[in-house]
């Protein structure tokens, strides 16, 4: 089992930046793919990007391609999700995920990750 916190989140206006960070704890370590989610309200929780273990891979929705980048420091026990370019659309709350199935190096699917932070949330302004 693994706890994950979020943090970073905030208002910013529509072209600005936000970088946020997600801590993981707990006897599992931390050699797992991670992933980074979104809700707006009325919407689905929604895939934003994803890594691998070791951070040699990612994947990102279209939607962000471009403006956000996935990282992770595996020694500080930490995932990163740099978010640039912002506009109101990226409004939600954003989640940290993890996923300990040790199946495939990548997810995009909510329901193939094992482990969520509580979210923080973004608001962009126009």
């Known amino acids: 089992q693994v706890q994950l916190v979020e943090s970073g989140g905030g208002l910013v206006q529509a072209g600005g930046s936000l970088r946020l960070s997600c801590a993981v704890s707990?006897?599992?370590?931390?050699?797992?793919?991670m992933g980074w989610f979104r809700q707006a309200p009325g919407k689905e929780r929604a895939f934003v990007a994803g890594?691998?273990?070791?951070?040699?891979?990612?994947v990102y929705a279209d939607s962000v391609k471009g403006r956000f980048t996935i990282s992770r420091d595996n020694a500080k026990n930490m995932v990163y999700l740099q978010t640039n370019s912002l506009i109101p659309e990226d409004t939600a709350v954003y989640y940290c995920a993890a996923a300990r199935n040790y199946g495939r190096p990548l997810y995009t699917r909510a329901p193939e990750y094992t482990d969520w932070g509580q979210g923080t949330q973004v608001t962009v302004s126009s």
């Open positions: 707990g006897r599992s370590g931390v050699f797992f793919p």
């Open positions: 890594i691998t273990w070791s951070g040699g891979s990612t």
